[in-house]
């Protein structure tokens, strides 16, 4: 069984439009992230949660606003939606340690129009 | 600024040899380093990890060899099979719980039979 789900696998959306990201973990674990990997850039850190707060925040544009409403959830809400956002959206977690490894989930892809 | 950079973009190598993938940085506080193993459409998964105190790092078929002093080090996969084709990805943290990861651009490799 899937340890990280993330829905949807595939998302299309216009330019300008919302979209919410979901993401859950059955790992038990304390820590979640988000990460973007695009063909432009590497594996880019966006967020880090750790017992549903924020801890760290890379993403310089508000229009990414991560939401946890549960321990093991942390959804990602894309506001204002740019063709530049097009790319696949993965959520990790860990135990929450020092240097814990950080597993991932299989990604959302992400296609602005 | 890419923090961590990896060479080559791509490998191919043949069925039972060994391939050496490659990573430097820049940032002297990393102090942990994961390599990642993605396959396309799958998020990274895991696949050897080393700390900073460490100049050695085995684990069946892959190696990690560090060098603190120059910042680089490197992944030897032995004995190459078709199936570990994938894009490898090296990644660096600076301690702390929860701390951020930052990946390289990744190497492709290539298991030619």
């Known amino acids: 069984d899937p340890k990280i789900i993330q829905k949807p696998k595939y998302l299309v959306a216009v330019t300008g439009s919302e979209k919410i990201l979901i993401c859950e973990q059955y790992?038990?674990?304390?820590?979640m992230y988000w990460y973007r990997q695009s063909a432009k850039k590497p594996l880019e850190f966006m967020f880090s949660y750790s017992y549903q707060k924020l801890m760290d925040n890379q993403t310089a544009s508000s229009r990414f606003q991560p939401q946890s409403s549960k321990k093991n959830h942390l959804d990602l809400q894309i506001t204002a939606l740019k063709p530049d956002d097009s790319a696949t959206y993965f959520c990790a977690s860990s135990a929450g340690g020092n240097q814990d490894t950080q597993y991932f989930g299989p990604g959302t892809r992400l296609l602005v129009l | 600024q890419q923090q961590v950079r990896q060479s080559p973009q791509s490998l191919t190598v043949w069925e039972g040899e060994t391939a050496i993938l490659n990573c430097s940085y820049e940032?002297?506080?990393?102090?942990?380093f994961p390599w990642y193993q993605q396959f396309p459409g799958e998020g990274p998964a895991l696949l050897i990890s080393i700390l900073s105190v460490s100049d050695k790092k085995e684990d069946g078929r892959f190696t990690i060899f560090f060098n603190k002093r120059e910042k680089k080090l490197s992944l030897h996969i032995a004995d190459s099979q078709p199936g570990d084709s994938a894009t490898y990805f090296c990644?660096?943290?600076?301690?702390?719980?929860?701390?951020?990861?930052?990946f390289g651009k990744g190497t492709k490799l290539s298991v030619k039979s």
């Open positions: 990644a660096a943290s600076a301690g702390g719980s929860n701390a951020k990861l930052t």
């Open positions: 790992l038990g674990h304390n820590a």
């Open positions: 940032n002297s506080a990393f102090d942990y």
